[in-house]
């Protein structure tokens, strides 16, 4: 089973080591939507330059996220550190691995109940009730009686139904993001997308789920899994690992052992 589990490696970038100079600012905030900040989240919509790359970071603290803004659609990122105030800045790339600052806002959350967070559709969570995957996730679900079986039967239908991606894994874009309906359509993905996918499915029946990435006992390389709420508590369960001992075979149980995880990144 070790050999199985130790091939289940992806190698993925969401985030990328940079250095951040602080430039005039420009006035004004309105590429920064703060409508939804009761639901821990923010929007922005950015007039990204040619040929310019541009990045959004959200800062609380000593803790920050950064993403990649490719278009000048609204993008909707998550305010996911508590509450308190955030820092969210547009970074444009100067030269190398160095970014100036554009611009920047603050925000403040108070939320009664910071779950809600993890019910948003965002930049690596994107779902809407148009996608075929959610659509699935609502047909899954029709005749549940609670969220355990809510939970198994979305776990059940991606470990049976969705492989490996091999191909992807060895040869992935630098600025790659999930697509839930592609992962759903072509039946493969790396980890990340597994994750998302799962995530996705789970926020549109109203379980609260995170996308997380970090290490862990079970994969060699950097790795993506989800943390479900789940009769009260956050529970650890990993599709990726799972489809593949399902494919051979193995034995394995939906929820896993949280001290085989080390977090990194919680979206």
């Not at 900040?37 to 609380?60: E, H, L, P, R």
């Not at 603290?61 to 990122?77: I, P, R």
């Not at 920047?104 to 559709?121: A, I, P």
Request: positive net charge; charged residues 25%.
């Amino acid at each position: 089973m070790r050999k199985l589990i130790l091939m289940l490696v992806a190698v993925f970038v969401i985030t990328t080591s940079i250095q951040v100079t602080t430039a005039a600012a420009s006035a004004g905030a309105q590429w920064l939507d703060t409508a939804n900040i009761n639901n821990g989240t923010v929007g922005v919509k950015y007039d990204v330059k040619s040929n310019v790359k541009t990045k959004v970071m959200v800062a609380k603290g000593k803790d920050n996220y950064t993403y990649t803004l490719a278009s000048s659609s609204e993008e909707v990122f998550p305010l996911q550190l508590g509450n308190g105030d955030y820092t969210i800045s547009i970074l444009e790339n100067t030269t190398g691995n160095k970014y100036k600052v554009v611009s920047k806002e603050v925000v403040s959350l108070k939320l009664n109940d910071t779950k809600v967070v993890f019910l948003n559709s965002v930049q690596n969570v994107k779902w809407s009730n148009t996608n075929k995957a959610i659509q699935k996730a609502k047909e899954l679900t029709a005749n549940k009686k609670n969220d355990a079986e809510k939970v198994k039967a979305i776990y059940d239908y991606i470990i049976k139904n969705v492989d490996y991606d091999y191909d992807l894994a060895n040869n992935l874009p630098t600025e790659y993001l999930p697509s839930i309906d592609r992962t759903l359509s072509t039946k493969k993905d790396i980890c990340y997308g597994y994750s998302a996918l799962f995530a996705a499915m789970l926020r549109s029946v109203d379980i609260p789920t995170k996308l997380v990435m970090g290490n862990s006992t079970y994969v060699t390389q950097y790795h993506a899994w989800n943390e479900v709420f789940l009769d009260g508590k956050w529970v650890t369960i990993d599709t990726t690992v799972d489809a593949g001992l399902k494919k051979s075979n193995k034995k394995f149980e939906l929820v896993k052992e949280a001290s085989k995880y080390t977090t990194a990144k919680v979206y």
